[in-house]
């Protein structure tokens, strides 16, 4: 298949933009020395999901981080681990009130003990808590990216109002739309509707290079944001009806930005293959450029999450042979291929180059 052809689903774009912000980030300009980017996919709010989030740390902060093991810490964890003290104290002396029953608080803190992040021990039948690891403040910034790599008028009428809403709220620090170059002279992004504030990528993904057709504007996390609940005044004549919205405090939008990046250091962008059907024998990789994509051996083509599902009818189980013959006992090739994606997916926690 010519490359021209290889990524026209939108889910290959997807994993495109993925792996070559994992390399390449930032568009503009270079990272210092000390700065790591993680890069995850469909995360954000219960609102609202992005395609692709860029998470820029520091490399002090992300080994601090790694001391709390590679699945993300909910908000019940957070309360713990962040509010431990570094002497043995009775919890709730130690920890805030959370506004909800301690009940609950002491299930959490026997789970952050089995997980080893906080030292547990009980006196008499008082339950007392010391930090074992300093949580650290480790997300510098978030970027969030919409791929829509043929923004055609329909594609465009439904990403306007989407990016109205990210920059209103200002939950990220940066907005972008990244679409495919063309042969005009102009991105026709550029006459769509959008906010000023987002940036326009034009990425090539078979080449894996990008130019910036409009810079993106810093949004504030750190401010009020305002989310807009109802746009209002449909294109019916008979509607008038006003917009409606609420504000969101920076200390809510805080506590939105740090459970981002907690399900996005847990999951990464290769976590695809954890809802795909790799026990199936038309599952497999194409390598290109060094990435792994997925590609259905039936479909001929790299196949979308959704369609690599239970439901598909050309699903087919790996004949048991598969299994054998060196492959791990649990699973044939496809497994060999989730254990690769796996291993690539924790090295980018990493803080080595």
Not at 12 to 38: I, K
Not at 168 to 197: C, I, K
């Amino acid at each position: 298949m010519p490359d021209s052809h290889r990524y026209d689903s939108e889910f290959a774009f997807e994993l495109r933009v993925c792996y070559w912000a994992e390399r390449d980030w930032p568009p503009t300009g270079s990272l210092d020395d000390d700065t790591v980017v993680l890069v995850a996919r469909q995360l954000g709010t219960k609102r609202r999901r992005w395609d692709t989030i860029v998470i820029e740390t520091s490399r002090e902060a992300l080994a601090q981080r790694a001391n709390f093991g590679t699945d993300r810490l909910d908000s019940d964890l957070l309360h713990v681990v962040r509010s431990a003290p570094d002497e043995w104290t009775y919890y709730r002396d130690a920890l805030p009130d959370p506004g909800y029953p301690w009940r609950y608080v002491r299930e959490t803190i026997h789970e952050a003990d089995d997980r080893g992040i906080l030292d547990v021990r009980k006196t008499g039948n008082r339950i007392e808590i010391r930090r074992r690891f300093h949580y650290p403040d480790w997300v510098d910034r978030i970027v969030a990216v919409e791929n829509k790599p043929d923004l055609d008028a329909s594609a465009a009428r439904v990403l306007q109002p989407q990016i109205e809403r990210d920059v209103a709220l200002g939950l990220a620090d940066e907005a972008w739309v990244a679409t495919r170059p063309t042969d005009d002279s102009v991105s026709p992004a550029l006459f769509e509707d959008l906010p000023v504030e987002a940036g326009v990528l034009e990425i090539d993904p078979a080449m894996l290079s990008a130019s910036v057709a409009w810079h993106a504007q810093g949004l504030d996390p750190a401010a009020p944001g305002t989310r807009i609940t109802d746009r209002g005044g449909s294109d019916s004549s008979f509607d008038h009806s006003a917009a409606t919205f609420e504000y969101v405090s920076p200390e809510r939008k805080a506590d939105l930005r740090l459970a981002i990046a907690e399900r996005a250091y847990e999951r990464g962008w290769r976590s695809f293959v954890d809802v795909m059907r790799s026990d199936c024998r038309w599952f497999g990789a194409r390598e290109q450029s060094g990435q792994l994509l997925p590609w259905c051996g039936s479909h001929c083509r790299t196949q979308t999450s959704s369609e690599c599902s239970g439901s598909c009818p050309e699903f087919e189980p790996e004949p048991p042979a598969w299994r054998q013959r060196g492959w791990p006992i649990e699973g044939g090739p496809g497994k060999g291929i989730t254990q690769l994606l796996a291993a690539r997916r924790a090295r980018t926690r990493s803080t080595k180059k």
